[in-house]
């Protein structure tokens, strides 16, 4: 088993930055991808961006692209997501997803298998 804890969210001004990390844990952490979610008051969960574990390749919802960034550091078994030019829409609970084998990009929430507990990322206009 595997175990997610986002960190790193907040309330910034519109056009700022935010850091969100999550870390894994467990005693046998092997991942296919990671990636990140975000759920608004009142809509569905929607995908933002995945990194494949190995490799390192990146896959954008054409939404975030050119404003977000995903990478990882193997050695800490952290995910991070770096987010600028931050807009009162990206307002949402933000989720680390895992999913443990795959063969392609997944960015329906159903498949993936670990979930963390979500960060708060509010955006101010």
């Known amino acids: 088993q595997a175990q997610l804890v986002e960190s790193g969210g907040g309330l910034v001004q519109a056009g700022g930055s935010l850091r969100l990390s999550c870390a894994a844990s467990g005693r046998t952490f092997s991942m296919y991808v990671m990636g990140w979610f975000r759920q608004a008051p009142g809509k569905e969960r929607e995908f933002v961006t995945a990194i494949r574990w190995i490799g390192g390749s990146t896959y954008y919802a054409d939404s975030v692209k050119g404003r977000f960034t995903i990478s990882r550091d193997n050695a800490r078994k952290t995910v991070y997501l770096q987010m600028n030019s931050l807009k009162p829409e990206d307002t949402a609970v933000y989720y680390c997803?895992?999913?443990?084998?795959?063969?392609?990009?997944?960015?329906?929430?159903?498949?993936?298998?670990?979930w963390g507990q979500g960060t708060q990322v509010t955006v101010s206009s």
């Open positions: 997803a895992g999913k443990k084998y795959g063969s392609r990009w997944y960015i329906l929430p159903d498949e993936y298998d670990y």
